[in-house]
């Protein structure tokens, strides 16, 4: 036997506006462009007496401060998308059944969770966090899940008894089917789906079309249903409205939080991090703005980049009020392997790649600079400054051979005034002929009278010079 789960979100465009976690003290209402009826309305409008289907000018009438959106399928959409990549974190077999629902395929994942009761209990506590109204039901075959979630059932049960006769007592215009095939089967007193289903298939193929056949088989799961299963995408752009004008850019952040926690989902199901993210503030009267989030070391978790663009926010000013906000990801990896320990990881220290990102996050990518080694012998050319940490720092210092080398080198070499006493030395130093800027020098370690000791070097013209010191 298969069971199957339906999920219908009656309100998705109107879930998906951000109020700060709390329930919208205005009422708002969905409204259908072409009828211009209300499709979907808020606790605050249904107080004020707006119910659904009903017209645009009775709404307003009994709401004057209404606030009306008009709806949107690519919003919908991309939610009912949002939503079923969260799920997948816990189930498989997931169906986009647009414009508002989601089929799951529950018979494969009892024997994970060790019964429906289980599966559903974990599922429902997930789907929770996204504060969307839903609901549910589950059934012998989609259609029957879909009738009793859209009559709002919110039935689980696995008995087939049960389910059976659960979907007998509703009338046909709770179904799939046309208006034609339920006028059809009005005329021979056909009113219910328990009428419906006491006709044998064979009487019904005579009688009626195929369709009405294809249906009956279909809903009572003797019929195979044909579905497409939900592959999570492979890019990373969420858009989120706000509900109201934000003209102060900290205020952001808590919008920003449930854009994080999407994007943590998305990059976990991946096994990846992101390197580098990309904020697109929608402004009211001027053009959008883009922001830039960095990591050095690439991070996944939601904590971690709220705490990267608190601190790049706060450099950041906007010229009007936002409305909306489009989170991406620009640059991505592979998880690294994880050295730390396994139960405490690093206790009381960051690495460096963490406080790289932290720096860069606050002063700006531009402001951070991290040495990387060349394969250039000169001393002055032997490092270079980089705004990022180099992707090939390991695999050149690698390959170098290991020198004793001061710990401060001086921007300059200075004349060596003093008596010392030769420690190590020479290394001779031969190079830059292809540049213009040749030197030949013979480098020493040596010792000062005070037990200081120097990185000294001996030219052609047996001049010596100070070139570092040791710490």
Known sequence: MLLWLYLDFPSLQLDRFFTNGEASSHPVIIVDGRRHTVVQANEMAQ??????N??????????????????????????????????????????LDFPQGLIIKVSNMLSLYEGLENYWQSLSTHLATLK????????????????????????????????????????????????KQIDALNRVGIRTIEDL??????????????????????????????VEYFIPPDQFQVYLELLFDIDNVQWLEKPLTRLFIQLEVFLKLRDRVAY?????????????????????QGDYQAKTWQTLSALTLESVSLESAAYGLTLAVTRWGELQPNEQ????????????????SLLQAKLGTQAVMTVELTNDPRPEKATRLHTTPPATSDSITSTLPQKIRPS????????????????????????????????????????????QWLWVFKTQENQWFVHGHFS
């Open 47 to 52: 107080q004020h007496g707006i119910t659904l």
């Open 132 to 179: 969307v109204n839903v609901r549910y039901a589950t059934g012998l075959s989609p259609f029957a899940a879909k009738l009793l979630a859209k009559s709002q059932a919110n039935l689980i049960e696995d008995d087939s008894y049960v389910l059976k006769q659960s979907i007998l007592p509703y009338p046909l215009q709770e179904t799939e089917l046309s208006d």
């Open 341 to 356: 320990d396994f139960f405490q990881g690093i206790t009381g220290q960051q690495s460096a790649l963490e406080l790289t």
């Open 276 to 296: 580098e993210l990309t904020l697109t503030i929608d402004q009211r009267d001027h053009e959008s703005k883009s922001i830039r989030f960095t990591s050095a």
């Open 408 to 451: 401060f080198l001086l921007p300059e070499p200075i004349p060596l005034t003093e008596k010392t006493t030769i420690v190590l030395g020479p290394e001779r130093i031969v190079s830059g002929w292809w540049d213009g800027d040749a030197i030949q020098r013979d480098y020493f370690i040596v010792r000062t009278p005070q037990g």
């Open 54 to 95: 009903m017209g645009l000018g009775s709404a307003a009438a009994l709401c004057p401060d209404l606030q009306v959106y008009p709806l949107d399928d690519a919003v919908t959409k991309q939610r009912l998308t949002d939503i079923a990549q969260w799920l997948y974190l816990l189930t498989s077999d997931i169906t």
């Open 197 to 226: 289903l006491a006709l044998p298939l064979a009487d019904i193929a005579k009688r009626f079309d195929i369709d009405l056949v294809n249906y009956v088989g279909r809903l009572t799961g003797y019929f195979k249903h044909p």
